[in-house]
Every structure is written in C-alpha cells, then in structure tokens.
C-alpha cells in the first residue's frame, strides 16, 4: 500500500532528510509510532491533526494503523518511509506544518481567561487524571507542590528534581506524569523564553530513562515550545485576548478540543500548563 502524506512537523521533515532504519514500536487504529534511531515518528490518521512527532496520512476506508504489526522494520530514504514490505508513506509533497508555538508575552486578561481554563479542568477532567487532586497520589501531589514553588522562584534544580518524581508516573504511552511535565515546560516555552533553556535542561536530565521513548520524544518537543493544532488554537486566543461575540465559547471549544487527546493526557497537559502559568513570575 502506497500512501502520499498530508502535512508533517518542520521537526519530522529533518529526519527524513536522512537515509535511517528503525521499526515500529506501537500501532493503534488511528496512529502509529517509529523509531528512527534515537527519533521517534507518529504517522496518524488525519483526524489527529498536526503534531509536534507528527506525519499525517489519510487512509484508504478499511484501514487501520494497527494493521502494522509492532517490531516491523522501518527504511526512511528519498522522504519515504518503507515499512515493511507492503507500506510506502511518501511525504516528498507533502506540507509543511510549524509546531513553534508563538509566545503569550503581553497577552491582555491572560489571568482572566486562565481561571477560565482551570473553571473547565475542574468541570470536565477525568477524575482519574492530574488535573483533579482527587486523582493525585501523594507522590505526584507532593511533586507538583515542588514544581510550582520551584518556577514561582525559578529554582531550576529544584524543578529537576520535582521532575525526578513525576517522570513515568502512570501507565501508558505517555504517563501523567510526563504529560503534566509537557504542558509545563509548554508554559516555560511561551512565558519565559530566556528561562527556558536552563528548565529544559534540568527537566529532561531528570525524565531520561525514567519514562517511555515516545514520552520522551514528546517532552523534548515541548521543552522546544513544540505543540498540536489544538494547542495553537488556544494559544492564538490568549494572545487575541477579549474578543467581541463568541469569546467564551471559542475558549470552551479551544480546551475541549485538548481534552480529547488521550484518556487524560489532554487534561494533564493542560493541568501542567496551568500550573506552570499561574507560577511563574511576570512583569
């Protein structure tokens, strides 16, 4: 089966730059995952959207990701990936997609419209997740207490170490944990660039061989300020600030949309967002 590609990640057209192996580490209905090398490659179906990880592919009626059995070799060469002997995901035409989110500094009633997206959390995160303190172990409750005092004085080592703790806690492919760690170092990325560069680096020394490669992958994406269409979607309305007619229910519209992402990682994220929004010093 030959598939053209739809659009990929300025992040992912680098690696097929490349001649590189690798295989199929995970395979789901509607996305799967490569490893190439150390990289990792999420090709997902085209109601995913854009992504940090992702290539985007629309697939023929009938067919489904998990086609692919999990260990199948992966050849990336002339910006086609080769899995297998039956897939052909050619991206030679496919478009281009930034995953560089924009920073908020300046934006107007950003306080305002955060409380509005924890009123949501609250309301609409699953109970199981991070974004609930029903749902936090002591362990991730103690560690996120940390995290925030540590970006309210940006105490960077303290960060690492409250990172230490919440790397892979949680099943999946992307644990809480480490998606509460993404929507944070997202928050990092946008507020305070000049700051970023020091969590980043402390975060990711903390999460390394803690967590999962993809989650890994998925962390080093958003220490960039890397992040999906949906996350865009919200960012551009915290930079647009009050808007005539409609606003409410945009920013409702913007973080459901996230939310929908995973059983909760959406809410992780946004949870971790938040938190690190509400932290970290301004002005």
């Known amino acids: 089966m030959r598939l053209s590609a739809i659009s990929l990640s300025s992040r992912i057209s680098e690696l ?3 001649a590189r192996r690798g295989s199929i580490i995970a395979a789901f209905p509607h996305s799967c995952y ?4 150390r990289d990792i490659i999420a090709v997902v179906g085209a109601e995913l959207l854009n992504g940090p990880l992702n290539l985007v592919v629309s697939l023929p009626e009938g067919s489904t990701l998990s086609d692919i059995p ?3 070799a992966v050849e990336a060469r002339r910006r086609t990936l080769h899995v297998g002997e039956e897939w052909h995901i050619d991206a030679a035409s496919a478009e281009l997609w930034n995953p560089r989110l924009t920073p908020l500094a300046g934006a107007p009633d950003l306080d305002r419209h955060l409380a509005s997206i924890q009123e949501l959390l609250d309301a609409e995160a699953p109970r199981e997740s991070l974004a609930r303190a029903e749902g936090r172990s002591h362990r991730a409750a103690g560690a996120m207490a940390q995290l925030a005092a ?3 004085t940006r105490e960077i080592a ?4 409250a990172a230490y703790h919440l790397a892979g806690l949680g099943p999946g492919l992307t644990p809480s944990g480490d998606d509460l760690l993404a929507g944070t170092l997202l928050a990092v990325a946008v507020l305070e660039p000049q700051y970023a560069r020091g969590i980043r680096e402390h975060i990711m020394a903390s999460v390394r ?5 993809i989650s890994e992958a998925y962390l080093l994406a958003a220490a960039d300020g890397e992040a999906g269409e949906a996350w865009h979607r919200l960012l551009a309305l915290l930079r647009r600030g009050t808007a005539a007619g409609g606003e409410t229910a945009d920013l409702r519209n913007a973080v459901l949309r996230i939310l929908a992402f995973g059983e909760t990682s959406g809410a992780d994220m946004l949870a971790g967002f938040i938190l690190a929004m509400t932290a970290l010093p301004r002005g």
């Open 209 to 213: 061989g803690r967590t999962t490669r």
């Open 70 to 72: 999990v260990g199948t």
């Open 16 to 18: 097929l730059d490349h």
């Open 158 to 161: 303290q960060a690492g170490g």
């Open 34 to 37: 490569i490893a190439l090398d």
């Open 150 to 152: 540590a970006l309210r």
